[in-house]
Nanobody
Framework: QVQVTESGGGSVQPGGSLRLACLVS????????MGWFRQAPGKERKAVAV????????WYPDSVKGRFTISKDNAATTVYLQMDSLKPEDAGTYYCAAGETYGGGRPASYTYWGQGTQVTVSS
C-alpha cells in the first residue's frame, strides 16, 4: 500500500521561503513521477511542480517558474519542493502526488495523494 505524507507547511511573510517534503512509503518510488499541487479555497487543484521518475525532467507553470524547485531523492523516497520569493497568491493547501506515468500537470495522471499541508503567505 502506497502512503504519501507531506510536511513542512507553515506561515511565512511575502518574499520568504519554505521547503516542503513528501515521504512516500510502499510501492516503487523510483518508478513514480511526482507532483506538487496547490489548492486555494474555492479554487481547483493545480500543479505547481512535477518531476519525472528519474528526476531528470521537470515542469513548472509560469506563475512559479524561477521561484519553485522540485527535487526527487530516490534513496530517501522523498520529493521536495523549495519555494522562494513567496507571494500571497502562493498560499493554499499543498498536495503531493505520485503516479506511474509522467503526465505533467494533470491531476488525473496521479494515483496516490497525500492529505496536504497548509501554506500561508501574509504580512
Amino acid at each position: 500500500q502506497v502512503q504519501v505524507t507531506e510536511s513542512g507547511g507553515g506561515s511565512v511573510q511575502p518574499g520568504g521561503s519554505l521547503r516542503l517534503a513528501c515521504l512516500v512509503s510502499g510501492g516503487s518510488f523510483s518508478e513514480f513521477a511526482m507532483g506538487w499541487f496547490r489548492q486555494a479555497p474555492g479554487k481547483e487543484r493545480k500543479a505547481v511542480a512535477v518531476v519525472s521518475a528519474s528526476g531528470t525532467n521537470t515542469w513548472y507553470p509560469d506563475s512559479v517558474k524561477g521561484r519553485f524547485t522540485i527535487s526527487k531523492d530516490n534513496a530517501a523516497t522523498t520529493v521536495y519542493l523549495q519555494m522562494d520569493s513567496l507571494k500571497p497568491e502562493d498560499a493554499g493547501t499543498y498536495y503531493c502526488a505520485a503516479g506511474e506515468t509522467y503526465g505533467g500537470g494533470r491531476p488525473a495522471s496521479y494515483t496516490y495523494w497525500g492529505q496536504g499541508t497548509q501554506v500561508t503567505v501574509s504580512s
